[in-house]
């Protein structure tokens, strides 16, 4: 029963809560729910006894380093890892360092990435990660340590700096220069298929079919694939030059990292912004490298799809209408 003027929790989390009441094993999306609770109402009990009880293997990591643990800001989404984040001191050999705690799907791509990327690219990078310590396996989840790296959102400017340094490595390191790539990574990622999603039914408003659409995608996917960050945005890199957030890196076009970070810092209500900003900010000729423009733009339309449209937002029809045209016509 609820007070009055006392706001109900949503019927996700009371079912979560009722399935961990009747000691029956509850889903990852609602230990991610049950996680979030806890860290948003801020009781570290709550959250150590959540995964000491789901994950029985984990539990010497809750218990040893919980003490001091204190949670950390998350945007809440849902991805691959259960995105609470504690800051904690972990005792390393050498002595006590501060630590970044991730929790991971165990079998999910999200830390099949990140672990390819840290054992094949660490050192090799044209920027910083943050080192892993630690990984604790569950059943279900695991546990990742990084060492602590205090973060501040870099500028947007030097984000399209960062950017430039990482397209340069990653046209150097196509697919064909590694032995070894984890299968996951020959997968778009994520984000990627949902906003896909979300262009093609805004597309249809503008009168552009599906199959046309596919057919654009895959002459912008018919090129070299190159070693791809895929989540460049000022939220995962530093001012401290660090790049941070592994977990979607991928093998896809040297164009897919710009088109996702230009999409992550500027919405164009126009084709002509968009090229002035290819053209100026990254550098590029637009006469010269015309059909690499045009994918970098398919890719900065797939990300830009942030919102499902209705056809009253004529205007957002009409520019993706314009952009997509023009994509069209130099590919
Ligand atoms: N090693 C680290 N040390 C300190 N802070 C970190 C570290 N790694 C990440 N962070 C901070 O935590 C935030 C989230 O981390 P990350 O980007 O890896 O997760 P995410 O899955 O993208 O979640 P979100 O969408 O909340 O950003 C980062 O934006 C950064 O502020
Ligand atoms: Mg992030």
């Known amino acids: 029963m609820n007070f009055p003027g006392e706001v ?12 961990m009441r009747d000691g029956k094993e509850p889903s990852l999306h609602q230990i991610g729910l049950l996680a979030r609770q806890a860290s948003a109402t801020g009781d570290m ?6 995964f000491t009880k789901v994950e029985p293997r984990l539990r010497r990591h809750f218990q ?4 001091e643990a204190e949670f950390l800001r998350s945007t809440g989404k849902v991805a691959g890892n259960i995105n609470v984040f504690r800051k904690l001191t972990y005792k390393s050999l050498s002595g006590p360092v501060p630590a970044f705690e991730k929790i991971y799907r165990r079998n999910g791509s999200d830390l099949k990435r990140l672990q390819w990327v840290a054992r094949h ?22 546990v990742v340590l990084f060492a602590f790296e205090p973060f501040t959102p870099v500028s947007p400017d030097g984000l399209i700096e960062t950017l430039r340094d990482m397209n340069e490595f990653s046209i ?13 990574m020959q997968q778009m990622p994520l984000l990627y298929q949902q906003r896909r999603q979300t262009l093609a039914a805004g597309l249809a408003l503008a009168g552009v079919s ?12 018919d090129i070299v694939h190159v070693f791809n960050h895929a989540d460049l945005h000022r939220f995962n890199v530093g001012r401290n030059g660090m790049i ?14 710009p088109g996702r970070a230009i999409a992550a810092l500027r919405t164009f209500r126009r084709l002509s912004g968009l090229r002035d900003f290819i053209q100026n900010r990254l550098g590029r000729d637009m006469a010269k490298t015309r059909s690499d423009a045009a994918r970098i733009m398919f890719f900065y339309l797939v990300y830009a799809a942030k919102k499902k449209l209705t ?6 029809i009409k520019t993706l209408h314009e952009i997509f045209g023009h994509i069209r016509s130099a590919l």
């Open 8 to 19: 109900r929790p949503p019927q996700a989390l009371l079912d979560a809560q009722a399935r």
């Open 45 to 50: 009990d709550a959250y150590i006894q959540l």
């Open 64 to 67: 040893h380093h919980s003490p």
């Open 121 to 142: 690219l660490w050192g090799r990078l044209p920027c910083q990660m943050p080192q892993i310590i630690e990984i604790v396996p569950g059943q279900r989840l695991s």
């Open 172 to 184: 150097a390191h196509p697919a064909s220069a590694f032995d070894v790539i984890e299968p996951a």
């Open 210 to 221: 599906e199959s046309e659409l596919a057919g654009i995608e895959a002459a912008c996917m």
């Open 244 to 257: 941070y957030d592994w977990d979607c890196a991928c093998f896809a076009p040297a164009a897919h990292d």
């Open 311 to 316: 056809d009253q937002n004529t205007d957002e």
